[in-house]
């Protein structure tokens, strides 16, 4: 290094002046010198050699100053006593005393002490970042060997590991993690199969896994690998396992949602607004008080209702002051919903076949202030009898059913639900939703609607219930109203449905998250039944278009002649019924019944509708018999009930009519 970096180090460091040391008495005693420290110093390299070799100067250049600093002051101040203390002058002037050796000493230490502890630290730091290199290092060889010998194909259990499952406890991890291999293998089932295994293979070992796994017995889920995909079955599944939110329903004939919003949540209740879709339903998130005890809910401000079932109600619609039917109410949470949307005006009958229900049912009418309700206890089956056929403007029938789609919240339905249990509810659901249709009034202005619910999933129970109805009644499926939910099944595995059934609407937890749930609206058209024979010729029909589904046409034959050959075969069928029906008649001018060889006796109306004779239906359809065969294809005039006021002008009349003639009858006895 040059002459100018000596002197700009010398110009960093300020010169300090050697401080006067005391002088002293003791005699002069020889110290014990310090044992040098042996520290482990790394190389230094070339630079630090070089700053080694400045400081070594700068320490000379130093000890120089200070002996001529010394001398001076002793020429300056012991130049007139030259025999005072001369052994402390000598310790004090020479540069080699012993204090000036410790003190050397110690700065070299402390140099070398703070090169050792930063040398150490370095090395240590090196050592640590060597280590890491070297576990990623590993861990990345490691990745890649396991990756090199794991192979893409699932290998499904052999019999002897299955028996050896059988034996012992299950172990769920390892069943999770077969479920979801088998689900990525049949996903992409062409790539990833096993050979000599087949997709019934993987269905079934499926169907085992997801049993012991998640409880279900093999019927149920049996039923629902039919219904769904493999990656929605387990989607659906494992929205079962979890609880649906807890939601609330403002009661609009006491307060809005927004008043009852803040008043909740200065309670501690963490809520939100539930949908779009609804306008007074809340969805709760925590709350510090329970929410079914606070004094709102003691009030009747709202209802603590399942957010599936605002839907039957939203797909009724029904109107100010019209007659509505509830045949399942209990507990109360849709027949109050009605009585709000119907602002308590009209009336509602609200059946409960179980009698320990209604209590449930009366508690929450009173509290929620609904005033338009009459509760009865009859069969669902019986109301047409008790209300009258033809009475009402609307019917909502939330058919009992398994709870398919409610498992969350009960968790036996997953082992006890059974093919047998299900179409004993199926039965019934066909029963309830035929009485339905006979007490609504196809000539209501505002009503002629029935709505069916179920919380259940099956098709059995929904579909194919839907699909009866529309056999066995004039009625059709309208849309529900509700801009949400997946359409309908119109077939389902051997079963093929009216193509209208896809306006029904079903609702899944893993979707929609709430419970499972389905509805159908249903518009009467006419208040007529249907005989049997035109519910057989539907029937014959509905096969012959099953036949054509499953089986091939001629090759010749297109589908439109296809079509043309089968309405033509039906046309003849009902013609010669016709004829032979009209036939019997003429010649015995009786009907016989369909099957038997008895006839049918005449009906008879009563005295007080003799005037109307020939404007019923059934004596048209009698006219119309009489007629020939001709006639009767060219042109069908449709049946049609005489309106109310014509019938009750007519019996007024007829009133007036008899009083009459009974008062002259008397003025002409007391005249005789």
């Given at each position: 290094?040059?002459?100018?970096?000596?002197?700009?180090?010398k110009?960093?460091?300020?010169?300090?002046?050697?401080?006067?040391?005391?002088?002293?008495?003791?005699?002069?005693?020889?110290?014990?010198?310090?044992?040098?420290?042996?520290?482990?110093?790394?190389?230094?390299?070339?630079?630090?050699?070089?700053?080694?070799?400045?400081?070594?100067?700068?320490?000379?250049?130093?000890?120089?100053?200070?002996?001529?600093?010394?001398?001076?002051?002793?020429?300056?101040?012991?130049?007139?006593?030259?025999?005072?203390?001369?052994?402390?002058?000598?310790?004090?002037?020479?540069?080699?005393?012993?204090?000036?050796?410790?003190?050397?000493?110690?700065s070299?230490?402390?140099?070398?002490?703070?090169?050792?502890?930063?040398?150490?630290?370095?090395k240590?730091?090196?050592?640590?970042?060597r280590k890491?290199?070297?576990?990623?290092?590993?861990?990345?060889?490691?990745?890649?060997?396991?990756?090199?010998?794991?192979?893409d194909?699932?290998?499904l259990?052999?019999?002897?590991?299955?028996?050896?499952?059988?034996?012992?406890?299950?172990?769920?991890?390892?069943?999770?993690?077969?479920?979801?291999?088998?689900?990525?293998?049949?996903?992409?089932?062409?790539?990833?199969?096993q050979?000599?295994?087949?997709?019934?293979?993987?269905?079934?070992?499926?169907?085992?896994?997801?049993?012991?796994?998640?409880?279900?017995?093999?019927?149920?889920?049996?039923?629902?690998?039919?219904?769904?995909?493999?990656?929605e079955?387990?989607?659906?599944?494992?929205?079962?396992?979890?609880?649906?939110?807890?939601?609330?329903?403002?009661?609009?004939?006491?307060?809005?949602?927004?008043?009852?919003?803040?008043?909740?949540?200065?309670?501690?209740?963490?809520?939100?607004?539930?949908?779009?879709?609804?306008?007074?339903?809340?969805?709760?998130?925590?709350?510090?008080?329970?929410?079914?005890?606070?004094?709102?809910?003691?009030?009747?401000?709202?209802?603590?209702?399942?957010?599936?079932?605002?839907?039957?109600?939203?797909?009724?619609?029904?109107?100010?002051?019209?007659?509505?039917?509830?045949?399942?109410?209990?507990?109360?949470?849709?027949?109050?919903?009605?009585?709000?949307?119907?602002?308590?005006?009209?009336?509602?009958?609200?059946?409960?076949?179980?009698?320990?229900?209604?209590?449930?049912?009366?508690?929450?009418?009173?509290?929620?202030?609904?005033?338009?309700?009459?509760?009865?206890?009859?069969?669902?089956?019986?109301?047409?009898?008790?209300?009258?056929?033809?009475?009402?403007?609307?019917?909502?029938?939330?058919?009992?059913?398994?709870?398919?789609?409610?498992?969350?919240?009960?968790e036996?339905?997953?082992?006890?639900?059974?093919?047998?249990?299900?179409?004993?509810?199926?039965?019934?659901?066909?029963?309830?939703?035929?009485?339905?249709?006979?007490?609504?009034?196809?000539?209501?202005?505002?009503?002629?609607?029935?709505?069916?619910?179920?919380?259940?999933?099956?098709?059995?129970?929904?579909?194919?219930?839907?699909?009866?109805?529309?056999?066995k009644?004039?009625?059709?499926?309208?849309?529900?109203?509700?801009?949400?939910?997946?359409?309908?099944?119109?077939?389902?595995?051997?079963?093929?449905?009216?193509?209208?059934v896809e306006?029904?609407?079903?609702?899944?937890?893993?979707?929609?998250?709430m419970?499972?749930?389905?509805?159908?609206?249903?518009?009467?058209?006419?208040n007529?039944?249907?005989?049997?024979?035109?519910?057989?010729?539907?029937?014959?029909?509905?096969?012959e278009?099953?036949?054509?589904?499953?089986?091939?046409?001629?090759?010749?034959?297109?589908?439109d002649?296809?079509?043309?050959?089968a309405?033509?075969?039906?046309?003849?069928?009902?013609?010669?019924?016709?004829?032979?029906?009209?036939?019997?008649?003429?010649?015995?001018?009786?009907?016989?019944?369909?099957?038997?060889?008895?006839?049918?006796?005449?009906?008879?109306?009563?005295?007080?509708?003799?005037?109307?004779?020939?404007?019923?239906?059934?004596?048209?359809?009698?006219?119309?018999?009489?007629?020939?065969?001709?006639?009767?294809?060219?042109?069908r005039?449709?049946?049609?009930?005489?309106?109310?006021?014509?019938?009750?002008?007519?019996?007024?009349?007829?009133?007036?009519?008899?009083?009459?003639?009974?008062?002259?009858?008397?003025?002409?006895?007391?005249?005789?």
């Amino acid at each position: 290094m040059g002459t100018s970096a000596l002197n700009k180090r010398k110009g960093a460091k300020p010169q300090k002046a050697s401080p006067k040391k005391k002088q002293k008495k003791e005699p002069f005693t020889a110290k014990n010198p310090k044992k040098p420290k042996i520290v482990q110093v790394p190389e230094p390299s070339d630079e630090e050699e070089e700053e080694e070799e400045v400081e070594d100067l700068e320490e000379f250049d130093g000890g120089d100053e200070e002996g001529s600093g010394s001398d001076s002051d002793t020429d300056i101040f012991g130049g007139d006593d030259p025999l005072q203390d001369d052994n402390d002058d000598d310790d004090e002037s020479l540069p080699g005393s012993d204090e000036d050796e410790d003190e050397e000493k110690g700065s070299s230490d402390s140099d070398s002490d703070s090169d050792s502890d930063s040398g150490d630290i370095e090395k240590k730091s090196r050592l640590i970042d060597r280590k890491t290199l070297e576990e990623e290092e590993e861990g990345r060889k490691e990745l890649e060997l396991n990756i090199k010998d794991e192979s893409d194909e699932f290998r499904l259990p052999t019999k002897q590991e299955l028996e050896q499952e059988a034996h012992q406890p299950p172990d769920l991890s390892h069943l999770q993690r077969r479920i979801k291999e088998i689900v990525r293998v049949l996903s992409n089932f062409k790539a990833l199969r096993q050979e000599g295994a087949s997709r019934k293979d993987y269905v079934e070992q499926l169907k085992r896994d997801l049993s012991s796994y998640y409880g279900y017995n093999d019927f149920l889920i049996g039923a629902l690998v039919e219904m769904f995909p493999v990656v929605e079955l387990v989607e659906l599944i494992e929205a079962f396992e979890k609880p649906r939110p807890i939601c609330l329903r403002t009661n609009t004939l006491k307060t809005r949602r927004r008043d009852l919003a803040a008043s909740l949540i200065n309670r501690g209740v963490n809520l939100d607004p539930l949908s779009k879709w609804s306008k007074v339903g809340l969805v709760v998130y925590e709350s510090q008080v329970p929410v079914g005890a606070t004094p709102e809910y003691m009030a009747g401000y709202y209802m603590l209702q399942s957010a599936s079932s605002f839907l039957p109600v939203m797909a009724l619609a029904p109107q100010e002051n019209e007659r509505v039917v509830d045949m399942a109410a209990a507990p109360g949470g849709k027949t109050t919903y009605v009585a709000a949307l119907m602002k308590n005006s009209g009336i509602i009958f609200a059946n409960e076949m179980k009698e320990p229900r209604l209590k449930s049912l009366t508690a929450n009418l009173h509290r929620m202030g609904v005033t338009n309700t009459v509760v009865c206890n009859y069969d669902g089956k019986e109301l047409p009898k008790v209300l009258g056929s033809n009475a009402v403007d609307r019917v909502l029938l939330d058919a009992p059913c398994s709870g398919t789609g409610v498992i969350s919240k009960d968790e036996s339905v997953k082992t006890s639900k059974s093919s047998d249990e299900i179409q004993k509810c199926a039965h019934l659901q066909k029963q309830l939703i035929l009485a339905a249709i006979d007490m609504v009034d196809a000539n209501s202005k505002s009503g002629g609607y029935i709505v069916y619910s179920t919380c259940s999933i099956m098709v059995a129970e929904n579909e194919a219930v839907i699909d009866y109805a529309l056999r066995k009644r004039n009625v059709k499926l309208v849309p529900c109203g509700l801009d949400f939910g997946r359409p309908g099944f119109t077939r389902f595995r051997e079963q093929r449905f009216h193509p209208s059934v896809e306006k029904t609407r079903r609702f899944y937890p893993h979707v929609h998250n709430m419970d499972g749930f389905f509805v159908a609206k249903l518009k009467k058209m006419s208040n007529l039944k249907p005989t049997t024979a035109e519910s057989r010729l539907s029937e014959t029909v509905e096969a012959e278009t099953v036949e054509a589904e499953t089986v091939d046409v001629d090759l010749n034959m297109t589908e439109d002649d296809s079509e043309k050959n089968a309405r033509v075969d039906v046309q003849q069928h009902s013609a010669d019924e016709d004829t032979e029906s009209e036939k019997k008649v003429l010649e015995d001018g009786k009907p016989e019944l369909a099957g038997t060889g008895k006839k049918r006796k005449e009906k008879k109306l009563p005295s007080f509708f003799s005037h109307l004779k020939g404007q019923f239906p059934l004596d048209q359809k009698d006219e119309k018999k009489v007629k020939s065969s001709d006639q009767k294809k060219e042109k069908r005039v449709k049946l049609k009930f005489p309106p109310r006021e014509e019938i009750a002008k007519a019996r007024e009349e007829k009133r007036t009519a008899l009083r009459k003639s009974k008062a002259k009858n008397n003025t002409v006895g007391t005249g005789e």
